[in-house]
Every structure is written in C-alpha cells, then in structure tokens.
C-alpha cells in the first residue's frame, strides 16, 4: 500500500479531494448557546451560526483522533500514516494529535502545518501526493513539513466583531484601531494569524492582497487556493484576478471556511493562499 494521510476539518479539502487520494478527516466542533453540538463535516451545520454571539468552537478531540489514526494505520497495511493538523498556535488539535499518536507506538508522525485553512489543505494534498509517488513515512513527512513552510496565506475580513471575540489572533491586534472602517489583510506568520496591512476600504484591501500574492508567486509554479466565507461572488473573483496576473499556475481551487473558521473572521472574508511544489489537483 502506501504511507495513509489524516487531516481536520479546519484544511476545507472538498470531500472529492479526500475520496479521491483516500484522505481520512477528523471533525472540528462548535457548540451553540442553547448546547447543540456539530461536528463540521459530519454534521448539517446551520448557516446563521456564523453571525451567532455565543457560539463557541473546539478543535478535534482525543476519541476521534485515534479512532482515525488506527483505521489510517490499519489502510497503510505497516506502510504508516502522516497527519497534518492546524498550527498548534491556534488550537488544541496538534496537541491531542501528538497524545493519540503517541499511543500507536511511532507508527504515526504529526505534522504541525502552522496554518490553517486551505493552506492546511494544501499542505495535506502534498503529503498525499508524496505518499502516492511511493514515499517513505518519513518521506511523507518531510515533504509536508516543506510544504507548510513554503506556504503563504493572507485573508481579508470584512468586519472587526468575530476578530476580536475570537481571541486567534496576534498581540499585533491593538493595531486594527477601533474605526470600523478598518479592513485588515492578515496573514500567517510563524503559526499565528497576525496584522500584514490595514485600509480604510475592502476595495483597497483586496486589491493589495491580490498585488501581494503576484509579488510572492513570482515566476515559481504556484497553486493558488481561494477561501472565503460566505462569499462566493467574492472568491471568484479574486480568483479571475490573482489568475490573470500569475504567470504559472499549477492549478486552483475555491474552498468556503466553513463554519468553525467562519466563527472567527466572520461573513464576507476572503483571502488568497500560495502554495509550492505540487503536482495539479485532481
């Protein structure tokens, strides 16, 4: 067989994605105020709990992580399994992640992918890819490690409310200003969601974000992932531009951050993820 992949719900692979490269996916959760729990992936989750005050979320928990690890090990047939979970900066799930593996006796290697999001996606997709080509378990890892630390992700955000309740991003967060004017550009940075720019309008924001995105891409092949929260006009568009502009585009994909990461940056996000040195999505 070949080395098997695991991943959470937070990377927004789309479940074609994950059939097709056997990629097992364990939930993340979010609680509603009246105590409803969903598990995103699993469960029908409402759309309105986006915008709801008093939703609270939680990463992948220890039960179904193992239950994933070993049904992964059981898949690889002794080839072994690489998981990728989001940074360990904004989420218990890498460190449930290294408990549950470190009950299957090495047989499983965690990958902190120090992202989240579609960059988590991608990262993941390069570790199954590398597992395809016939990589070693360790092969596998090191690839995804590369790959998570190549990648660049920036997000623009509509509104500042989910930001500040969510508590997931940075020290840097007293520079959002309290104007609701301000449209910040965040990005990944050492695991964690920080302030890149700020600008008084969306159209502004998006337009810097999109000139930043050419500007890392260069002439290197790219894949470009878009990501976006309850904005699909958006996202498609970002992603005309972005492709337009950019010279060697491996592939693209659109992913909606789903509700658990929706919770956090709020309605009308959308941002722009480079990812290096895969082979084109399928």
Known sequence: MSVAIVTDSSSRLPATLLDEHAILQVPL????????????????????????????TSGANLGDLKRAYAQAW?????????????????????????????????????????????????????????????????????TAVRAAATAESMLCVQALDNLRRSGRISAASHLLGSALAIKPI???????????????????????????????????????????????????????????RVENVTSTIVVDLGAVLGIHVGPGAVGVTLGYGLAPLS
């Open 74 to 142: 059981e898949a690889s047939e002794g080839d072994g399994v690489v998981a990728v979970h989001m940074s360990r900066r904004l989420s218990g799930t890498w460190s449930a992640a290294r408990l549950a593996a470190e009950e299957m006796d090495g047989r499983v290697r965690v990958v902190d992918s120090r992202s989240v999001g579609i960059s988590l996606g991608l990262t993941t997709m390069a570790a199954a890819q590398a597992a395809e080509a016939g990589g070693s378990r360790d092969a596998v890892y090191e």
């Open 186 to 244: 965040l990005h990944m940075s050492d695991g964690l969601l920080t302030l890149r720019e700020r600008h008084r309008t969306s159209t502004k924001a998006i337009a810097k974000m999109l000139d930043a995105a050419v500007e890392l891409a260069g002439d290197d092949a790219v894949t470009i992932g878009v990501q976006h929260c309850q904005n699909p006009e958006l996202a498609d568009a970002v992603l005309a531009q972005v492709t337009e």
């Open 29 to 56: 959760y979010l609680k509603t105020e009246d105590g409803v729990e969903y598990a995103e992936g699993v469960d029908d989750v409402p759309s309105d709990v986006i915008s709801s005050m008093k939703v609270t």
